[in-house]
């Protein structure tokens, strides 16, 4: 399991309704059923991913993100999560106010395009970024939205959403002294979790 999902758990609480969406395999709502003792739900599309929930015992709706969560009533869940997937979906701004209909908080993580290994890589080589955290080359990215930290924060201003707690991580997972003085240039992947103002 990716060590941000640790760091995840420990802003779950105990007993929680979780909705995972975009759950892949289903580690997460595993690991929050094991250690938080939470149930929910996981949305997945791919196939191979939902045999690996039900495998698991995780409850998983076959659904594609880009269709909303109407099927979901208002205040369904505590926690709406969303991990790296955020980028790769295109209605955005649709998804956030989705998440945070359905659920009194929604977490959020993502690659951010802000790095400063990104910048160099497009200033200097003049090539989109290939980096840990975003492995993929222009043209086979599953990536639809690029954005940083900032772009993020200023959308969630813009939409009144209110960012409740932040961590920033590198490619290896760890906090450091840098990236929590300049997170939008030294952190790779950021964590967030959210509420309506």
Known sequence: MRPELELIGDWIRAGA??????CGDGALLAHLRARRQVSGYGLE???ANI???IQAGVNVIHADLEDGLAD??????DYVIMTQTLQAVRHTEALLDEMLRVGRQGIVTFPNFGFWR????VA?????PVVKTLP???????????FTLRDFEALCRRKRIDI?????????HRTWLGSRLWPNLLSEIALYRLSRA
């Open 17 to 22: 309704r979780v909705l995972d969406l975009g």
């Open 45 to 47: 599309i791919d196939t």
């Open 51 to 53: 045999v690996k929930c």
């Open 72 to 77: 979901f009533g208002d205040g369904s869940f």
């Open 118 to 121: 990104c910048r160099v890589q």
């Open 124 to 128: 200097l080589q003049g090539l989109m």
């Open 136 to 146: 993929y080359q222009w043209y086979d990215t599953p990536n639809v939205h690029l």
């Open 164 to 172: 409740l707690e932040r961590t920033v991580l590198d490619h290896a």
